[in-house]
């Protein structure tokens, strides 16, 4: 089951940064995070995941502490379409598949 | 490339009939997963296919639900009789193999939305 806590809504201005916090506090050693969101009801989305070290790419920003207790996903430039569900998911190693929690329902304000 | 694609995107259905959901995954992925989304609780994982064998199927709620994956492809989720609880969406996911011990991300089709009556 979903081994990660996430506040369950925030909102962001469009254009600033969306910083979507997530703790993971019994996160094991070779357990990766990912981060998916979800847009009204499509499928969800992937976004960006990570081990130990901070990630980018074209889309966000993974920032995950040294002692990997916690995870911090950066939209750097938030828009509307932003809007969305976010998943923070810790990835069992041995088993492919994911365990969504209940996620983080971010609002883009105009 | 086409994405993974799922049929019916809808289905309405009464109770007890039986309902058949497919998915396509993306070419040459040997993952396959199955989730659900019953309303207002969490997304759930159901199964998982590495190609036509079931890898794990922890998931499945009953012996209501079958899931085949023929040949390695396309994979069906059939559900026979439909109850009521089992409205919800579908969403059919799909990875490449496993290489080196580690897994890929997963892409989603859009889901099926059955509502059964």
């Known amino acids: 089951d979903a081994k990660t806590t996430q506040p369950p809504s925030m909102d962001c201005a469009e254009g600033r940064a969306a910083n979507l916090p997530c703790n993971h506090s019994?996160?094991?050693?070779?357990?990766?995070v990912y981060w998916y969101r979800q847009i009204h009801s499509q499928g969800p989305q992937y976004i960006i995941h990570g081990l130990k070290n901070n990630e980018t790419n074209e889309m966000a920003s993974l920032i995950i502490t040294e002692d990997r207790k916690s995870s911090t996903l950066i939209l750097p430039h938030a828009t509307l379409r932003d809007t969305a569900v976010y998943y923070c998911i810790v990835r069992v190693p041995n088993r492919g598949q994911f365990y969504f929690g209940t996620g983080t329902s971010l609002t883009v304000i105009p | 490339e086409a994405g993974v694609t799922q049929f019916p995107s809808h289905s309405v259905i009464e109770k007890g009939q039986t309902v058949t959901l497919r998915c396509d995954p993306i070419s040459g992925h040997d993952n396959l997963y199955w989730y659900r989304r019953v309303m207002g609780k969490e997304i759930k994982f159901l199964l998982h296919?590495?190609?036509?064998?079931?890898?794990?199927e922890s998931g499945m709620p009953n012996n209501r639900f079958l899931a085949e994956r023929t040949g390695g492809t396309y994979s069906t989720l059939k559900v026979q009789p439909a109850e009521l609880e089992d409205s919800g969406v579908y969403f059919c996911?799909?990875?490449?193999?496993?290489?080196?011990?580690?897994?890929?991300?997963?892409?989603f089709g859009p889901g099926t939305r059955l509502t059964v009556l």
């Open positions: 296919f590495v190609k036509e064998s079931k890898q794990d």
């Open positions: 019994t996160i094991s050693g070779n357990e990766y």
């Open positions: 996911a799909s990875s490449p193999r496993r290489l080196a011990g580690v897994w890929n991300e997963q892409f």
